[in-house]
Structure formats: structure tokens, C-alpha cells
């Protein structure tokens, strides 16, 4: 039951997707050098959750998992603290050059969404854009792999054989996705591991990312949904390079 969404669930995340973006719309627009990534954070969930009660009506509640309706974060992940996948606070201001990993979510009646980015606080240099087209590559080749019959095992395979070909198999951290729905990680994963077959009705977030000490992470996640012949994006942001810097 909680592995394969009826289409009332799947129109609930696909609201949450609306507002996630929004929120991150907000936070893309709030980036700033100078700023703290928690006050960055802060102001973005406050105006979007905002904008959604009242979108939403008075009725409408949350679960109450969260004190914001829709949120968008950075989790630290600035510059250099963007080689670790998951970071907390990286208690300094953001600065010219840095890579930023994002995430942005909503909540409507308990299910969630998820949208990852890179920023790039001004030009980004040519290493950079190249790592971000190989994570783009992978998110596609994983995405590509997505359908009925299929394994998950099989989109982390497909990921896993587009940083091969690029030699930057080192930089891996973690599979390629998991479910969503009532938790923001789920059964199943898109994991080597995990050989469960997809079916119709299954929602997961597609993110395999490569991380550089030192440097930094790049990685994007979208929400997708396993149709009758094949998988759709639920998810719709920005993802090329020129249209994620911060000038």
C-alpha cells in the first residue's frame, strides 16, 4: 500500500511538486554572497509556505512533520561543504565561487516531493561546469532506465556506468534514489542492492550526484513516477548550468 500510489496520491505529490518548486524558486532568488545559508533557508520557506495556505484555503493544514508548509535549504552544503552529501550548517557566509547544493519540498496531507540543484555563485570555471554535466548525464541515464519490469538495481547501474565512462567513479557517495510518499526516504531504493521490480504506481526521487573534497558536490534530484510504459517526471526546475548561477 505504501510502495505503489493510487492517482489520488500521485495528484497530491504532484501539488507538492508545485510548491516545492516555488520555494526553491524563492531561495534561487534569495542567494546571496554575504548571506547565511539558514537565513537564506528561512526566508524562502516562510514566503512560500505563505503563499500556499493561502492558495490553499484556511482549511488546509500540514502534518505538522514541519514548523513550514513548503521548504527549500542548503543543509550547509556551501562550497567546499558541498562534498558531503548530507552537512548541517557550515556557519559562514556565502562566498563568490561557491557550489551550492539545494533541496525543496512540500506538504500536502503528509506526502512529500523532492527537488535537488546546484547553484553556482558566479561563473562557474570549466571543471565545474563539466562535473555538472556528468551528474546531469547520470540523473538522465538513471532516469532512462526507469520502467515496468525493470529493477531498481538497474538505474543505479545506469548511473554508475555513465561515471565510468568519465572516470569519476571515486566521487560516488551514495544509490541513485529512493520512494517517496509519506516519508522523505522510502522502500524501494535505486540502489545496486535492491532488485525489486518497478510497477505502475511507484513514486521515486532520481539523484545520483559525485562529490570532490575540496571543491565540492553536484547533484540533482527530481520526483518521478513509474507509468504503464515507462516514467514521468513529476518535478519541473531549471537544470542547465547557465540557468543555476547566481549573479
Not at 38 to 52: G, P, T, W, Y
Not at 54 to 64: I, P, V, Y
Not at 82 to 111: C, L, N, Q, W
Not at 148 to 176: E, F, I, M, W
Request: one cysteine or more; a negative charge.
Amino acid at each position: 500500500m505504501r510502495v505503489i500510489k493510487s492517482q489520488n496520491e500521485i495528484e497530491i505529490i504532484k501539488e507538492t511538486t508545485k510548491w516545492g518548486a516555488r520555494a526553491h524558486e524563492l531561495l534561487q532568488k534569495y542567494v546571496e554572497v554575504g548571506r547565511y545559508d539558514f537565513e537564506v533557508s528561512s526566508r524562502a520557506s516562510l514566503e512560500a509556505s505563505l503563499e500556499m495556505k493561502k492558495a490553499l484555503g484556511r482549511e488546509f493544514r500540514g502534518s505538522g512533520a514541519s514548523v513550514f508548509l513548503a521548504y527549500a535549504g542548503i543543509r550547509g552544503q556551501v562550497g567546499e561543504n558541498s562534498a558531503f552529501p548530507h552537512a548541517m550548517s557550515i556557519e559562514r557566509e556565502i562566498r563568490k565561487g561557491d557550489i551550492i547544493v539545494t533541496g525543496a519540498s512540500a506538504d500536502v496531507e503528509g506526502y512529500h516531493s523532492e527537488i535537488e540543484r546546484n547553484l553556482f555563485v558566479g561563473e562557474p570555471e570549466e571543471r565545474v561546469k563539466r562535473y555538472h554535466k556528468i551528474a546531469l548525464e547520470m540523473q538522465q541515464a538513471a532516469f532512462n532506465a526507469l520502467k515496468p519490469g525493470a529493477k531498481c538495481s538497474d538505474a543505479d547501474r545506469a548511473a554508475y556506468n555513465v561515471a565510468k565512462k568519465h572516470g569519476v567513479t571515486q566521487a560516488l557517495r551514495h544509490h541513485s534514489g529512493h520512494g517517496l510518499g509519506l516519508e522523505a526516504h522510502e522502500a524501494p531504493f535505486l540502489d545496486i542492492g535492491d532488485e525489486t521490480v518497478l510497477l505502475p504506481g511507484m513514486v521515486l526521487s532520481v539523484e545520483p550526484g559525485i562529490y570532490f573534497l575540496g571543491l565540492g558536490g553536484f547533484r540533482h534530484s527530481d520526483t518521478v513516477v513509474i507509468t504503464e510504459h515507462g516514467a514521468e517526471w513529476l518535478t519541473n526546475y531549471p537544470k542547465e548550468t547557465e540557468d543555476l548561477i547566481i549573479r
